[in-house]
């Protein structure tokens, strides 16, 4: 294959793709429709011209006819008068005219054909063209309709990449973290409570420890009773009880019990 082949094959099949590309189908349906109809107009005026064309032979041979039918009867007449030569002239005259008649005749027969030929052919157009608007009107709906579908579809796919899409994901997520934050801050603020009252219980179980020890110390002071067998401990002098302190030792030993 030569290389200038080859060209021309690259470029004709860049254009093909081209116009391929190009073409809108609604805009070549109404094309194609427009030139339907201009072959419509020609094919009608092809039709009137052969039509017209056929009367005009008609006349032509219906004349040559009435010419060929004269001169019969001329022919008669001279022989009747005895006039052979007459009558031989007038025959010769009919002979021409016949001869035009039967030309004009086989013409008219084709110039017919013709014409019902083109009426058949441009009842068979307008029928393609009433049906091809139909169609015409059909393929566009569809086409309209496989457009939208396309965009739609489009748009569809784009959603989870889309603009849109992506803001309505950053507002989900800043909603998102808001409400963290508020919990957050919520559970800060109710452990910092807890933390308030638990100093102020440490503190009430600090005084009541040091409250038990005075009185374990107070307890510890006493004498101790002493053993069989051994030597009584020397007196010694004792402070005077507080009946207060008695009161709340004795208390403190019931919690005890009781823990």
Same mark, same amino acid.
């Given at each position: 294959?030569? $290389? ?16 391929? @590309? ?56 001279? $022989?009747? @008068? /005895?006039? *052979? ?18 030309? +004009? !005749? ?12 083109? !009426?058949?052919?441009?009842? #068979? +157009?307008?029928? @393609? ?55 957050? %801050? /919520?559970?800060?603020? /109710?452990?910092?409570? *807890?933390?308030?009252?638990?100093? $102020? ?11 038990? !020890? ?6 510890? #002071?006493?004498? &101790?009773? %002493? ?6 401990? &020397? ?14 030792? *004795?208390? +403190?030993? !019931? ?5």
């Amino acid at each position: 294959m030569g $290389l200038f082949d080859r060209i021309s094959r690259v470029v004709r099949s860049n254009v093909n793709d081209m116009v391929s @590309k190009a073409e809108d189908p609604e805009k070549i349906l109404e094309q194609a429709v427009i030139d339907m109809q201009e072959d419509l107009v020609q094919l009608r005026q092809a039709v009137a011209t052969a039509i017209a064309s056929q009367k005009r032979t008609q006349q032509q041979h219906n004349q040559a006819q009435s010419e060929s039918n004269n001169w019969q009867q001329r022919a008669q007449l001279a $022989l009747q @008068k /005895g006039d *052979e030569n007459l009558a031989r002239e007038a025959l010769q005259r009919k002979k021409t005219h016949t001869e035009t008649a039967n030309a +004009l !005749k086989g013409q008219l027969d084709q110039q017919s054909t013709q014409v019902e030929t083109l !009426k058949r052919s441009l009842i #068979a +157009l307008e029928g @393609k063209i009433s049906e091809a608007k139909t169609k015409k009107d059909m393929l566009k709906a569809r086409a309209s309709a496989a457009k939208a579908q396309e965009q739609l579809q489009g748009m569809v796919s784009n959603m989870g990449t889309g603009t849109a899409m992506a803001a309505f994901e950053r507002m989900e997520d800043k909603v998102l973290q808001s409400e963290a934050r508020a919990q957050a %801050a /919520g559970e800060l603020a /109710g452990a910092d409570l *807890e933390s308030q009252f638990a100093r $102020l219980e440490s503190g009430d179980v600090d005084l009541e420890l040091e409250a038990m !020890k005075q009185q374990m110390l107070a307890g510890s #002071a006493q004498p &101790q009773a %002493a053993l069989p067998g051994q030597a009584a401990p &020397q007196t010694q002098t004792q402070a005077p009880r507080d009946a207060a302190v008695d009161s709340e030792l *004795e208390d +403190l030993k !019931k919690q005890l019990d009781n823990l």
